[in-house]
């Protein structure tokens, strides 16, 4: 296989030049009849029938020096060349951004993510991520890449969530446009322990969120598995087989015309959990974009003034409504029980004030 620097797609480093990936494969004697794409499709790692049809289909696939096609059968002797653009590696650099530290210790610090801040770098994230500005916090100046199993991933953050080398350790992740606490690990034992007790549910995490629709219920529980969407692979829909199970307990805070207060503590840690939740009881999440909530939901939706009354409210805070409130855990080397509370940013303050004022 090898590389060659394509042209720069932007002048955004967030998407840097994508690099030429060329494997060649000479067919041995004895090799049965196979087409080409399914022989691609198995052979170059990480590669998917759909990312060879589109190598073939653009030209980049040649058999003994011809345009391939995708029925094409390998015979022994044929001489395979496939060209595949890929982004490059990840790379972790320091960044000196300031961080709301709520707690730290040898082990662990509790910051407060602001809403627009990715967790951790991933496709189109490469900057300005938690990550990015927990390492320059800790002392570290050196920047280090990052290979991943797919860098094709252009919409999941998480590309890099469990990667090894990625110090400190995130434990769980927010959103990039959902506030709130997160605690993160400064060594494996500390890392190791905290997830556990992630995994095992012994954490306790509370959020608040405005929905749409007036909650009929004071208190209730939301229960179902989650899956990809067909429609739309980077989001997530409740399924009816398959699917990671998932529950949300909820509390009513407080009403309005055509919005609600919620509390919702996760005993599950699924993707986008409370957002598709929420969305599946017909209570999606105000100004939440990619799961319905953007729109008049609930009101006189042909009403000008009452149209143009949610457009107010959107411009006043132009993300999900959804913020990390508090955050408990034992300590994972004095067992000590944590807990951390934060006040509710200012957007979600001055929308709760002018729905409070309608």
């Known amino acids: 296989m090898n590389d060659q620097l394509s042209i720069a797609s932007g002048d955004d480093r967030n998407y840097p030049a994508y690099i030429q990936h060329t494997y060649e494969f000479a067919i041995p004697d004895g090799q049965k009849p196979e087409r080409v794409d399914t022989f691609l499709a198995r052979s170059i790692h990480n590669a998917t029938r759909t990312r060879v049809q589109h190598a073939i289909d653009s030209g980049a696939v040649t058999i003994n020096e011809r345009p391939a096609k995708a029925s094409r059968k390998i015979q022994p ?29 040898a082990e662990l610090l509790v910051v407060n993510k602001p809403a627009g801040m990715v967790t951790h770098p991933g496709f189109g994230n490469r900057y300005g991520t938690l990550v990015n500005a927990l390492l320059y916090h800790m002392g570290v100046r050196d920047s280090q890449v990052i290979e991943t199993d797919d860098e094709d991933d252009e919409g999941d953050e998480g590309m890099v969530f469990n990667s090894d080398a990625v110090r400190p350790g995130i434990v769980h992740r927010l959103d990039k446009d959902t506030s709130g606490i997160l605690v993160v690990a400064k060594n494996p034992h500390a890392h190791a322990m905290l997830a556990k007790q992630f995994a095992q549910r012994t954490a306790k995490r509370e959020y608040q969120a405005i929905v749409w629709g007036a909650a009929k219920n004071e208190s209730g529980t939301i229960e179902g598995n989650l899956g990809r969407s067909q429609r739309d692979r980077k989001i997530f829909t409740v399924v009816a087989k398959g699917g990671k199970h998932a529950v949300t307990d909820y509390r009513t805070l407080e009403r309005f015309d055509f919005l609600t207060l919620l509390s919702l503590s996760l005993r599950t840690g699924r993707t986008h959990q409370i957002r598709v939740h929420c969305a599946h009881i017909g209570h999606p999440l105000f100004a939440d974009t990619a799961y319905g909530g953007s729109n008049v939901v609930y009101g006189n939706g042909t009403a000008a003034k009452h149209r143009q009354n949610v457009a107010n409210l959107l411009e006043l805070m132009p993300r999900q409504a959804l913020h990390a409130k508090t955050l408990a855990f034992r300590h994972p080397t004095t067992g000590a029980w944590m807990e951390f509370d934060s006040e509710l940013p200012e957007d979600f303050n001055t929308l709760l004030a002018a729905v409070r004022h309608e």
Request: glycine share 4%.
């Open 77 to 105: 002797g044929d001489v395979i060349v496939c060209h595949v653009m890929k982004p490059p590696p990840l790379e972790l650099v320091p960044e000196n951004i300031p961080l709301d530290v709520l707690y730290e210790d």
